[in-house]
């Protein structure tokens, strides 16, 4: 039997322990990341596009036969609607978040944020 992964991500992120490298040693982050073509042999990098009968599209345009299909792609952040809040509000799901964040805290200007969820 062959199990095959997609993931349009290279690495797996352990997304609990994210919060330790906000304003700390952003080495950590290491830590928390696992490249995915190191642990899956069957890893496939990229973004499945669509699903009809049996096959699977991913973004490249190519076609991947398959038995058995699990899903697991997920949730994503909803941002607020109004436009004023949504430009002061950021995710924090992977390495890259928290680097973005840090960067923000680290300007003389902020003052205080707030998470929310998680
Ligand atoms: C800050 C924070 C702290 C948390 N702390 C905890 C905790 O302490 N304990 C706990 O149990 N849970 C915690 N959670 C929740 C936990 O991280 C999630 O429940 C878990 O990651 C969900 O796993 P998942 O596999 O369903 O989705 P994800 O981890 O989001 O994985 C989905 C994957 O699908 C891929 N993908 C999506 N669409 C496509 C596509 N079209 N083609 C190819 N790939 C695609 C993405 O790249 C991603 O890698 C926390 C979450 C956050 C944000």
């Given at each position: 039997m062959i199990i095959k992964l997609f993931d349009s991500r290279t690495q797996f992120t352990h997304i609990p322990g994210l919060h330790d490298a906000i304003l700390n040693n952003e080495d950590t982050l290491t830590d928390m990341q696992i490249d995915l073509a190191l642990h899956y042999p069957e890893y496939i990098h990229a973004t499945v596009d669509r699903i009809e009968?049996?096959?699977?599209?991913?973004?490249?345009?190519?076609?991947?036969?398959?038995?058995?299909?699990?899903?697991a792609t997920?949730?994503?952040?909803?941002?607020?609607?109004?436009?004023?809040?949504?430009?002061?509000?950021?995710?924090?799901?992977?390495?890259?978040?928290?680097?973005?964040?840090?960067?923000?805290?680290?300007?003389?200007?902020?003052?205080?944020?707030?998470?929310?969820?998680?």
């Open positions: 009968s049996n096959q699977l599209v991913s973004s490249d345009g190519s076609i991947h036969e398959f038995n058995y299909c699990v899903i997920g949730s994503r952040t909803k941002f607020p609607h109004d436009e004023a809040s949504r430009q002061y509000a950021y995710t924090l799901n992977y390495a890259c978040d928290v680097i973005k964040l840090n960067d923000i805290l680290r300007e003389p200007c902020t003052k205080r944020i707030t998470i929310i969820g998680g």
